[in-house]
T-cell receptor, first 116, second 114 residues
């Protein structure tokens, strides 16, 4: 079984400031890691994913995340945020095989609010 | 637009009733997933289908059932509804089951039980 903990429920930042949204996971098996974004009244959109290889993953809209296996973390970063980045962000994990393959376990979400 | 279509967008119904939520996956996607998003439970995996067959089950109540039809659309049936079933229900689809294939999410059906 897997679990995901997003360490901050809300993160307020000013426009053009850097931001980091923190995510830790727990799993007894190998995992794939994801970040999704949800804008108000919208579905979830994939920002980026880690499957294997380089631990630094780049995604859409200037976001990137770093997989740290020893710390079981997958923190999301952006060097300079825009007002339009205001949304809720979800970290998720899935197993790499068996019945957990493709099934996403989500964290509780982090609401990022970008102030002008 | 993700290409995943969910109907209806909003549904208001009374306790004890039964509703059906519908999902049309992206063209070519064989796998469908259902998720429930509520304030107290967050986003939870309910059930997964692949090419018409149930593949994995999550925290789905016995009052809930789902199926995937030969044309690959899926329906989630919720019966004996309770106030606590009020939530946003998402459908997602991917080409095949697996994290290496991106799951595309629909905009959800917001169910309100009164």
């Amino acid at each position: 079984a897997q679990s995901v903990t997003q360490l901050d429920s809300q993160v307020p930042v000013f426009e053009e400031a850097p931001v980091e949204l923190r995510c830790n996971y727990s799993s007894s098996v190998s995992v794939y890691l994801f970040w999704y974004v949800q804008y108000p009244n919208q579905g979830l959109q994939l920002l980026l994913k880690y499957l294997s290889g380089s631990t630094l993953v780049k995604g859409i809209n200037g976001f990137e995340a770093e997989f740290n296996k020893s710390q079981t973390s997958f923190h999301l970063r952006k060097p300079s945020v825009h007002i339009s980045d205001t949304a809720e962000y979800f970290c998720a994990v899935s197993g790499t095989g068996g019945t957990s393959y493709g099934k996403l376990t989500f964290g509780q979400g982090t609401i990022l609010t970008v102030h002008p | 637009d993700s290409g995943v279509t969910q109907t209806p967008k909003h549904l208001i119904t009374a306790t004890g009733q039964r509703v059906t939520l519908r999902c049309s996956p992206r063209s070519g996607d064989l796998s469908v997933y259902w998720y429930q998003q509520s304030l107290d439970q967050g986003l939870q995996f309910l059930i997964q289908y692949y090419n018409g067959e149930e593949r994995a089950k999550g925290n789905i109540l016995e009052r809930f059932s789902a199926q995937q039809f030969p044309d690959l659309h899926s329906e989630l049936n919720l019966s004996s509804l309770e106030l606590g079933d009020s939530a946003l229900y998402f459908c997602a689809s991917s080409v095949v089951p697996g994290g290496d294939y991106e799951a595309f999410f629909g905009q959800g059906t917001r169910l309100t039980v009164v």
